[in-house]
């Protein structure tokens, strides 16, 4: 059976042995030094890999989710022993030679996240609406006539219709408003623990709820000594008033994926073959 060489990360030289559960099929995570840097990394078979096997498996959604766990648990046991970079689910090359050529030309940028994240931990901070009152979709046209069927308090004059237009476009931006108002407020105090963010896309009503919209999906970059700062400063917002019909979460501490990524020119992103 042929093989491939899959990087799950990169760390510096030093850590600790990685003793975690691998992608079926392979043999057991290992470290491959690279000079002041080390990659962790598995042997896979590389007929289950190639792009077209990749595009298959990561259709159905069972083994995409099964790939993406088995990928952030060997990333999460090689950063709990030292500052890690994690490298994109199914990254792969043709065999130990070719991983050193493409993470060696790369080692700068890789040295760089490694400094950028040590010490340091991700939080994921997220505000929801707090209500049950409905919202406009976000596409909805305020000046669509209303359903003639599904509205017994139709206004009878073109007057009342207008205004009631009006009132909807004003109940919109008042809400919109309020929800970029509560979103500079967390942002601000969560970014005198962090120091460094990204924004996230929102998550759907799919996923949240429609009673619960999310306005802030966002990452932090937050100092492992300062964690107790950071939940305190979160329960602070939770007690402010100026956030009545807003909910806080946060969840934490991860990997500082958002704040590691380094991009390979060579290599499998998502759906390459081993290069």
């Known amino acids: 059976m042929t093989y491939a060489t899959y990087v799950y990360a990169v760390r510096r030289t030093g850590g600790p042995e990685i003793h975690s559960p691998g992608h079926d099929g392979g043999g057991p995570v290992r470290l491959l030094p690279l000079g002041s840097l080390t990659a962790v990394v598995q042997d896979?078979?590389?007929?289950?890999?190639?792009?077209?096997?990749?595009?298959?498996?990561?259709?159905?959604?069972?083994?995409?989710?099964?790939?993406?766990?088995?990928?952030?648990?060997?990333?999460?046991?090689?950063?709990?022993?030292?500052?890690?970079?994690?490298?994109?689910?199914?990254?792969?090359?043709?065999?130990?030679?070719?991983?050193?050529?493409?993470?060696?030309?790369?080692?700068?940028?890789?040295?760089?996240?490694?400094?950028?994240?040590?010490?340091?931990?991700?939080?994921?901070?997220?505000?929801?609406?707090?209500?049950?009152?409905?919202?406009?979709?976000?596409?909805?046209?305020?000046?669509?006539?209303?359903?003639?069927?599904?509205?017994?308090?139709?206004?009878?004059?073109?007057?009342?219709?207008?205004?009631?237009?009006?009132?909807?476009?004003?109940?919109?931006?008042?809400?919109?408003?309020?929800?970029?108002?509560?979103?500079?407020?967390?942002?601000?105090?969560?970014?005198t623990v962090a120091v460094a963010s990204v924004r996230r896309p929102l998550h759907g009503v799919e996923l949240t709820g429609r009673d619960r919209p999310q306005v802030m999906n966002g990452a932090y970059l937050v100092p492992q000594d300062d964690e107790r700062l950071l939940s305190a400063a979160l329960d602070t917002l939770r007690q402010d008033p100026r956030l009545s019909g807003f909910a806080v979460e946060a969840s934490g501490p991860w990997v500082p994926y958002s704040f590691a990524s380094v991009a390979l020119t060579e290599g499998v992103g998502r759906d390459g073959a081993p290069a």
Do not use: I
Request: net charge negative; hydrophobic share 40%; aromatic share 4%.
């Open 44 to 191: 896979v078979p590389a007929a289950e890999f190639t792009e077209e096997a990749l595009r298959q498996r990561f259709t159905d959604r069972l083994d995409l989710e099964r790939c993406a766990r088995t990928h952030h648990r060997v990333v999460s046991a090689a950063a709990a022993g030292a500052a890690t970079v994690p490298l994109p689910l199914a990254t792969l090359y043709a065999n130990d030679v070719r991983t050193k050529v493409v993470l060696e030309e790369h080692a700068e940028r890789l040295s760089e996240a490694l400094h950028r994240v040590t010490g340091h931990v991700e939080w994921a901070v997220k505000v929801h609406r707090d209500t049950a009152v409905p919202l406009l979709e976000p596409d909805a046209d305020a000046d669509a006539d209303p359903p003639a069927a599904s509205a017994p308090d139709e206004p009878a004059t073109g007057r009342e219709y207008l205004a009631r237009v009006r009132d909807r476009r004003a109940t919109r931006e008042r809400r919109q408003e309020s929800a970029l108002d509560a979103v500079d407020l967390v942002d601000r105090v969560v970014r």
